[in-house]
C-alpha cells in the first residue's frame, strides 16, 4: 500500500520558497536582503521620519502577530471540522460544510468584518443586560471580531485544504486500518490525518501568510496594527509617503521570514518521510 503524493496548489499568499533554491542568489534572499538594507538606508539617511517610525510601529507588530495567531487557530479547528464534513457521507453533514465553503468563499472579507463588528452588533444590542454573555456581545470589542470574522472566512479556505489533504491519502490505507480493528475515528486521526498532514502543510502557511497580510483589514475596526499604527503616525506627522513605505518594508519582511520558515517545516516533514 503506498499513498499518493499530492501538491494542493493554491494561488494566493507569498510563494513558499523551494528548499532547492540555495544561495544568495535566488529571489527569497534577494528580496528579503533589499528589504531590510532599504530599512537600514533610510533610517540611516533620514532618521527623522524613517526612523521615528519604525520606533512607533512595533506595538502593531505583536497585534497583528496576536490577530494572525488566534484567527489561524480558529480557522484550523474550523477548516478542519468543514473539510471532515466535506468528505462525510452524511448528507446532512456534507450540505452543512458544503454550505458554509459556498457563503463564505462568495462573501469579501472587508464585508464580513463590517458585518460581525456593526451589523451583528445592532442585532445583539436588542438583547437584555441579564446575561453577561449578551452584554459581551452588545459590547464587542474590536479584537474579537476582527479574529471571529478572520477565523471564519479563512476556515473555509482550510475546510478545502483539509478535503484536499484528506483524499489525496491512498483508500487502502482506511481499508488496511479498518482491517485491523481501527474505528472510524481512529482511522482518520491516528492513521489518515498524520499522513495528510505533509500534503495539508504547505497550503496551510501560504494561508497564515495569506491571512497575516489580510489582517491590515483589521485597521479599519480601530485595532492597533501595523497599518493602523502607521496611519496613525502619518495623521500626526503628514509624512505619509515615509509612512506606508516602512509599513509596507515591515510587511515584507515578516512575510518572507514567515515563508521561509513554512518552507523548512516542509523541508523537515520531508526529511521524515525520506528516512
Known sequence: MTDKKVTIDVGDGAAIPSHKDRGLFNAWWISLIGAIGFVVYLCLNRPDPYWRVLKFIPDGVLVTFEVTILSIMVALVLGLFTGLGRIS????VNLVAST???VIRGIPLLVQLFY?????GQIFSKLPDSNVVFVFL???PPLVAAVTAMGFCYGAYMGEVFRAGIESIDKGQTEAARSLGFTRRQTMFLVILPQAWRTILPPVGNEFIALLKDSSLVSILAVSDILRRGREFASETFFYFEAYTMVALIYLIITLVLSKIVSAMEHRLNYYDRR
Do not use: G, R
Open 138 to 140: 452588545k459590547n464587542m
Open 89 to 92: 457521507k452524511n448528507k446532512a
Open 116 to 120: 460581525i463588528y456593526f451589523a451583528l
Open 100 to 102: 458554509y465553503v459556498e
